[in-house]
């Protein structure tokens, strides 16, 4: 069964950094491309980005809100995917899930973790 | 990037209805297209992709269909358990985008 855990969230003042983790089981960690979404309070889904597998790159793409700010990262050895964020703003409070992709579609996600960025 | 707009942003219905969702892309995106059903407090739960395939298990009340820019979810009879809130994405390029979600309510 496939399983990903987020972990690591909390409150954290603006311009203030966080990194939240999301472990993975069930399936060949190494093989898959990882994505992160957002979900502002109340709001709708906001693609955050995306790593490819090793063995296809291992690139990341961002959306523009993030881009220079977050850093997605995986650690294979440990099934595990990171999203690394500096300079956090305000803007940024949101539930953020990781998820599996198949192709670009999330096929599979996790329960997600609360993001508080706030004074 | 490529704009995803859903509409209506939400509609009441009964149970038996039959219910549609439509997604428009700002530009033509070859069927690359999930829709994606939300329940409160929870993930976000795959239901079509490729514009028309059926995710696993999910039930064949719910069919997708279009191409281009255009895109519809169909509920063919609604279900208790298929109040939520629904969204569009398109897979054609990064960065993804997300519709705006569309809250099916209970009338």
């Known amino acids: 069964e496939v399983q990903l855990v987020e972990s690591g969230g909390g409150l954290v003042k603006p311009g203030g950094s966080l990194r939240l983790s999301c472990a993975a089981s069930?399936?060949?960690?190494?093989?898959?491309?990882m994505s992160w979404v957002r979900q502002a309070p109340g709001k709708g889904l906001e693609w955050v980005g995306r790593i490819k597998s090793k063995a296809d790159g291992g690139t990341t793409d961002y959306a523009a809100p993030v881009k220079g700010r977050f850093t997605i990262s995986r650690d294979d050895s440990k099934t595990t995917l990171y999203l690394q964020m500096n300079s956090l703003k305000t803007e940024d409070t949101a539930v953020y899930y990781c998820?599996?992709?198949?192709?670009?579609?999330?096929?599979?996600w996790g329960q997600g973790t609360l993001v508080t960025v706030s004074s | 990037d490529i704009q995803m707009t859903q509409s209506p942003s939400s509609v009441s219905a009964s149970v038996g209805d039959r219910v549609t969702i439509t997604c428009q892309a700002s530009q033509g995106i070859n069927g690359w297209l999930a829709w994606y059903q939300q329940k409160p407090g929870k993930a976000p739960k795959l239901l079509i992709y490729a514009a028309s395939s059926l995710q696993s298990g999910v039930p064949s009340r719910f069919s997708g269909s279009g191409s281009g820019t255009d895109f519809t979810l169909t509920i063919s009879s609604l279900q208790p358990e298929d109040f939520a809130t629904y969204y569009c994405?398109?897979?054609?390029?990064?960065?993804?985008?997300f519709g705006g979600g569309t809250k099916v309510e209970i009338k």
């Open positions: 998820s599996t992709l198949n192709v670009a579609y999330s096929n599979y």
């Open positions: 069930g399936f060949t960690f190494s093989n898959a491309w």
């Open positions: 994405q398109q897979a054609n390029s990064f960065p993804l985008t």
